[in-house]
């Protein structure tokens, strides 16, 4: 048996991975638009953003942006009227034997695949990103887009994820990389 599947319909049934971050005051886990790759020790699609010395092949990219929940300042479970009506996916605290929070449950995440897209999550060493550049992961702990090779710690040329349709000149680039004014760029993913 082999059943086609509607790739946007199926990735809204992926989870970010549960974590070890206990902090429960609303922290960023990952960001909207990181790119992320299928954590291979679960049987279910569970997502994880890239660490620095992670070699995965990237599955797509993160559609919100996912925060841990407020349990450190409120009761479990409480969600923040600015949260309401938001994108943001709110990972809820996971317990120990003892009751202890020891991290977040995994929460379900939209993963995105191929098309066009407009991103502020992207980092090139200030310099300008011009159309039809190819970009790869920044591997850090916000797995960014990037198209300074390996000056960015990205993944290889061989494994490109993405390509700019509509770039940033090097001042709005470093705009966005300071977070002072944020340029969106248009990419086509390729994965």
Not at 14 to 23: D, E, K, L, N, V
Not at 115 to 129: F, K, M, P, R, V
Request: net charge neutral; charged share 15%.
């Amino acid at each position: 048996m082999f059943i086609p599947r509607h790739p946007v319909v199926e990735n809204q049934f992926c989870q970010f991975a549960a974590t070890t971050i206990s902090g429960g005051a609303g922290n960023v886990l990952a960001y909207a638009g990181s790119a992320c790759y299928l954590d291979d020790s679960q049987t279910d699609a569970s997502v994880k953003i890239f660490a620095a010395d992670e070699a995965k092949e990237c599955f797509g990219f993160l559609m919100q942006k996912v925060k841990a929940g407020y349990h450190s300042v409120h009761p479990v479970g409480y969600v923040l009227p600015g949260d309401l009506g938001s994108s943001d996916a709110i990972a809820q605290p996971s317990y120990n034997n003892n009751g202890v929070i020891n991290g977040t449950k995994p929460v379900p995440v939209g993963v995105a695949h191929l098309g066009i897209w407009d991103t502020i999550h992207y980092a090139n060493g200030s310099s300008a990103l011009n159309a039809g550049t190819v970009l790869g992961v920044r591997k850090n702990s916000m797995s960014e887009l990037t198209g300074q090779g390996g000056s960015m710690n990205s993944l290889s040329a061989n494994k490109a994820v993405a390509v700019v349709v509509k770039g940033a000149l090097a001042a709005q680039v470093s705009a966005n990389e300071a977070n002072t004014t944020l340029y969106p760029i248009r990419v086509k993913l390729l994965k």
